[in-house]
């Protein structure tokens, strides 16, 4: 395992070495997870509706407009289903189908993070480096959901990687890599908008400050050729833009703008708001494990901030993140454009044998966040199973607790040796059965919280002769909204406002079914009485809403 470990920086096949990593560590659970509630069937029933309206252009969500990100995202999750249906090996009714975008995202951004991290911390360092963004928590998730951070995160590092060489090496910096810096920022905007073109602005601001460039000018500015590349970035989505202003007579500019970027600026946006600081604290959370080695590295990374390289990478990562941590709407996968950059300084000085280590308390500080992580995180996903399955204990949460110890053990055990490269290289390794564990083994089989799924199926086991997705007017819910509820059943499913309203639509058509959450069982009985009408019971539902925090019970009625 040793030797292993000491001879895989020097493969000479890393992308195929850190390819299977990549897949190890993402597959399990990418397949079987169903579809989560909010942010990912939210993409995914988009892309479906796109798929079934071969309307490209709108974004829209079951009967409304959704104005709030860019169509990249849809368009790419469009081809992938359209080209697994091509060759029968998916359909668009599977949710891991619109997961491709992801998985394929943050492949090309590992890939990128070592294709571009040769020239600013050496191959080896930057082969160790793609291995530890390869397993860092947020983005082993965010592999397993249908939206834009994955795919965003690859045009980013690509755009930065190029960025990267330009600063370090101008005069041989072609018009060629300019071209495919400006196109990936374009492709960027056509995911998340404004995302893209920030990160490499807020660095090259920085840079310009720290080098003091407005007193002679910025060689690595010139050999990007802004003069015709920015046109080049704003055509890669200017087309776009154009239609969907006329097709939505101006709304998506207002709502995508004004309520949804700029809301979140101000304040907590749907409720995720968080006090500057708060990615700080949770990053041993968020980077697990390369987290690790990422605090241990930092004083050694500001010691040597006149060397380009890493200057270039402290401008990465330093304006970006404090502006983060300014804005009041706060998730865990907003700071991600960063993690190339804090692995690439994390490796430079784990194959630095010159490197000084950090102080004391630094050193406790990254060994709680390993430790912590390692044992907190499969004990948490015991107690939610205990929980939410009636004091069951999963076999899989246990083997995911002793896959965090061995990981832990091991890193800790390596770091002693003073084998700081072996430590870098076991880490993502043996994060393999740690992931696979809770995400192949817990997460799939956690039936109380897939209400979605569970509805679509007690549906089709009550009503085989509906078919799914649902027609038009057929199948209504009261008391469960969610979008994963739409993809799991269709997008003409009517989301009824109450119990009275789902008395109205069961009333006024034969053949209809109806589920009625438990708040509002009282009231549809007596709004159903009143109108004459004895629903019969089809199955029952019981779960908890997650992103709502309650339990839930649903009733399917149909009137015979």
Request: net charge positive; aromatic share 10%; charged share 15%.
């Amino acid at each position: 395992m040793d030797t292993f470990l000491d001879r895989l920086p020097d493969t000479r096949r890393p992308r195929l070495w850190l390819a299977l990593l990549c897949l190890a560590l993402w597959l399990p659970g990418f397949f079987s997870i169903p579809p989560g509630d909010r942010d990912e069937s939210r993409f995914a029933q988009a892309s479906r509706q796109m798929l079934d309206t071969g309307d490209y252009v709108r974004i829209r969500l079951g009967e409304e407009e959704r104005n709030k990100k860019p169509v990249g995202i849809h368009w790419a999750q469009a081809a992938i289903v359209h080209a697994l249906e091509a060759t029968r090996l998916g359909s668009r009714s599977d949710i891991w189908a619109y997961r491709g975008a992801s998985l394929i995202g943050a492949l090309l951004a590992v890939l990128a993070s070592f294709h571009w991290g040769r020239a600013l911390v050496g191959r080896r360092q930057a082969f160790v480096a793609a291995a530890l963004l390869a397993s860092c928590l947020v983005l082993v998730v965010e592999t397993h959901i249908a939206k834009t951070d994955a795919a965003l995160l690859a045009a980013i590092t690509a755009a930065m990687g190029l960025m990267g060489r330009a600063y370090l090496a101008p005069e041989t910096f072609t018009a060629r890599q300019a071209a495919g810096f400006w196109l990936s920022l374009g492709i960027g905007v056509l995911l998340k908008g404004p995302i893209a073109p920030m990160v490499p602005l807020l660095a090259g601001l920085t840079l310009a400050a720290a080098d003091r460039s407005w007193r002679t000018g910025a060689p690595w500015l010139r050999a990007l050729r802004p003069a015709w590349g920015v046109p080049l970035m704003i055509a890669c989505a200017l087309p776009w833009f154009i239609a969907i202003g006329i097709a939505t007579e101006g709304r998506f500019f207002t709502q995508a703008v004004g309520d949804d970027m700029l809301g979140k600026v101000g304040s907590g946006g749907e409720q995720h708001w968080g006090p500057p600081g708060l990615y700080t604290l949770i990053f041993g959370i968020t980077a697990f494990p390369a987290a690790f080695f990422v605090l241990r590295a930092l004083p050694a990374a500001w010691n040597a901030r006149l060397q380009p390289s890493v200057r270039f990478l402290l401008a990465w990562v330093v304006p970006v993140w404090l502006l983060f941590e300014a804005v009041a709407t706060k998730l865990p996968h907003y700071t991600l454009p960063v993690f190339p950059a804090l692995t690439l300084l994390a490796a430079r000085w784990v194959l630095d044998p010159l490197a000084p280590q950090p102080g004391r308390w630094l050193r406790w500080l990254a060994m709680a966040a390993l430790w912590g992580v390692a044992l907190g995180l499969p004990l948490a996903v015991v107690g939610l199973v205990y929980y939410l399955e009636a004091g069951k204990i999963d076999p899989f949460a246990l083997l995911a607790l002793a896959a965090g110890i061995a990981l832990a053990l091991a890193v800790t055990q390596y770091m002693r040796g003073g084998h700081e490269g072996r430590a870098a290289l076991a880490a993502p390794i043996l994060a393999i059965p740690f992931f696979a564990a809770i995400l192949g083994g817990v997460l799939p089989r956690l039936d109380p919280v897939w209400i979605a799924p569970r509805v679509a199926a007690a549906l089709a086991g009550a009503a085989p002769d509906l078919p799914i997705p649902v027609p038009p007017d057929r199948f209504g819910i009261a008391g469960f909204h969610e979008p994963s509820l739409l993809f799991a059943t269709g997008g003409a499913t009517r989301l009824l406002r109450d119990g009275t309203a789902a008395a109205d639509f069961l009333a006024e058509a034969p053949g209809r079914i109806v589920a009625v959450g438990n708040r509002d069982e009282a009231r549809f009985r007596e709004e159903a009485a009143a109108r004459g009408i004895t629903p019969r019971e089809l199955g029952l539902v019981t779960g908890i809403n997650y992103s709502r925090g309650r339990w839930l019970t649903l009733q399917l009625y149909r009137v015979d």
